[in-house]
């Protein structure tokens, strides 16, 4: 399937490209979410002219994660969990946890689907998350688990 697309998109291309992907993730996300358009000549023509007004909301999405990341980066968040006796947890730490968390101590709205979680947060320690704001600009966040003492 080819589209067009509408923003800058991580690992994809940037505004104006007309791109192939797989059915399903262009319909079902891509379209849906107004990312991108199917690929017609009328569909070319009307980007082109909006071009530009595309790259200003670009701009404007970019300062405001750039702001976001300057709040958050290298922050560390502390998460107090029941745990058995060898220090893994009784259930993991997921990303909407986290995007909680953020929302919480910094009062920051971090979509759940931007954290990036190399490792399952299962057990008593320090994690490295990374927090894909927009597709140019990343925030690195520590997760620290400690033991809830009963």
């Not at 998350?129 to 925030?139: F, G, K, V, Y």
């Amino acid at each position: 399937m080819e589209i067009i697309l509408l923003e800058n998109i991580k690992n994809l291309g940037k505004i104006g490209e007309v791109v192939k992907v797989k059915r399903g993730y262009g319909r079902n996300y891509l379209l849906k979410k107004g990312k991108a358009l199917n690929a017609t000549t009328e569909n070319l023509e009307i980007v082109k002219k909006k071009k530009d007004d595309l790259n200003k909301k670009n701009i404007e999405l970019k300062k405001l994660a750039k702001n976001k990341s300057e709040q958050i980066n290298k922050k560390k968040y502390t998460f107090t969990k029941r745990t058995l006796e060898n220090g893994e947890l009784y259930g993991t730490i997921k990303p909407r946890e986290i995007s909680k968390k953020i929302h919480e101590s910094d009062k920051i709205e971090i979509q759940p689907s931007l954290i990036e979680l190399h490792n399952e947060i299962n057990k008593v320690g320090t994690f490295n998350a990374i927090i894909n704001l927009h597709p140019e600009i990343q925030a690195k966040i520590l997760i620290e688990v400690v033991k809830q003492e009963d």
